[in-house]
C-alpha cells in the first residue's frame, strides 16, 4: 500500500520505518525542519512531499502530530483532498501532558473527523514511540493491543491490518465513538509510563473468554 505519514516524529517514523520493511511505499510530510526531514527519509528509502502531496500520494493517511497542531497540520491538505482512510495516532494530550484535552462526550478521533471530512477516520493509538524504534516490540511473550475505532468497516480492516503489520495486536472495537473511552485508556498508560515511572515498555491486553469454556451464571 502506499501511505502518507503527516507527523514525521517519534511515532510518525517508527511506524513508517515498520511499514517499509513490510514493503510499504511511504511519503512523509510535516515537520519543521526539511532538510532533517528529508536525510531521514533518505535513510528510511521514503520520499518526502507538502501535506496535500502526501494524502495526495497515500492510500492510507496516518496522522501523528500534536494534538496542538492538529488543526494546522490537517489545513495543508489542500482545497479538495481525495477520500483516504485516515489512522489518526494522535493523544489528545493537554499541553503540560498532565491530562486529555476533551474526553467521554467526544474524543480526539471524532474531533479530527470534523476537521477531516475527506477521510474515512480510524482512531488507533499505536504502542510508545520507544516500543515502536525497538527492535523487539513484545511485552512478555504478547503484542500490545491496540483498539480500533472507526465508522467504517473497511477502513478499521485496513488500519487494523497495518497496526498487525506494525507488530501490535488489532482489536476492532467498532464506532469513532468508541475513541471516547479508548483515548482515556491510552491516557491511562501514559501516566503509569512517565507519572508513575513504568516506563514506556507497557501496553493494554484484552482477555476475551471463549462461550466454549462454559456459561457464566447472572445474578
Ligand atoms: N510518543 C509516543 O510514544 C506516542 C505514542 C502514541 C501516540 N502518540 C501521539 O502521537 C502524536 C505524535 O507524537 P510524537 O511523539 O511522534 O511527536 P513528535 O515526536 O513531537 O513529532 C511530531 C511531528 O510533528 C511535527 N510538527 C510539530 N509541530 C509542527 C508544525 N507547527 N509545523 C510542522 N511540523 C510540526 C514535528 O516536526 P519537528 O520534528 O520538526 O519538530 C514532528 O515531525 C501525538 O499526538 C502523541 O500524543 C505518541
Redesign the pocket.
Known amino acids: 500500500m502506499r501511505i502518507g505519514i503527516i507527523?514525521?516524529?517519534?511515532?510518525?517514523?517508527?511506524v513508517a520505518r515498520r511499514l517499509i520493511a513490510k514493503g510499504h511505499a511511504v511519503m512523509l510530510s510535516?515537520?519543521?525542519?526539511m532538510d532533517?526531514?528529508a536525510s531521514t527519509a533518505a535513510g528510511l528509502r521514503a520520499r518526502v512531499g507538502t501535506v496535500s502531496e502526501a494524502v495526495e500520494f497515500a492510500d492510507v493517511v496516518v496522522l501523528?502530530?500534536?494534538?496542538g497542531?492538529?488543526p494546522?497540520?490537517l489545513s495543508q491538505v489542500g482545497t479538495e483532498p481525495p477520500q483516504r482512510i485516515l489512522w489518526d495516532?494522535?493523544?489528545?494530550?493537554k499541553p503540560d501532558l498532565s491530562g486529555l484535552a476533551i474526553g467521554t462526550e467526544t474524543s480526539g478521533g471524532e474531533e479530527v473527523a470534523k476537521l477531516a471530512p475527506w477521510a474515512s477516520v480510524v482512531k488507533a493509538?499505536?504502542?510508545?514511540?520507544?516500543m515502536?524504534h525497538s527492535p523487539n516490540m513484545l511485552i512478555g511473550d504478547k503484542r500490545t493491543d491496540v483498539f480500533v475505532c472507526g465508522d467504517d468497516e473497511n477502513a478499521r480492516t485496513v488500519v487494523s491490518r497495518l497496526v498487525r503489520e506494525i507488530d501490535a495486536q488489532p482489536i476492532d472495537a467498532g464506532p469513532l465513538s468508541l475513541a471516547r473511552y479508548a483515548e482515556p485508556a491510552?491516557m491511562l498508560l501514559v501516566t503509569l509510563a512517565y507519572a508513575r515511572n513504568w516506563g514506556?515498555r507497557i501496553g493494554m491486553s484484552v482477555l476475551r473468554g471463549d462461550p466454549a469454556q462454559g456459561p457464566l451464571h447472572g445474578v
Not at 495516532?89 to 494530550?93: D, E, K, M, R, V
Open positions: 507527523g514525521a516524529g517519534n511515532v510518525g517514523i517508527g510535516f515537520c519543521l525542519d532533517r526531514l501523528a502530530v500534536p494534538w497542531v492538529v494546522e497540520a495516532c494522535t493523544n489528545a494530550l493509538i499505536p504502542p510508545f514511540a520507544q515502536l491510552a514506556p
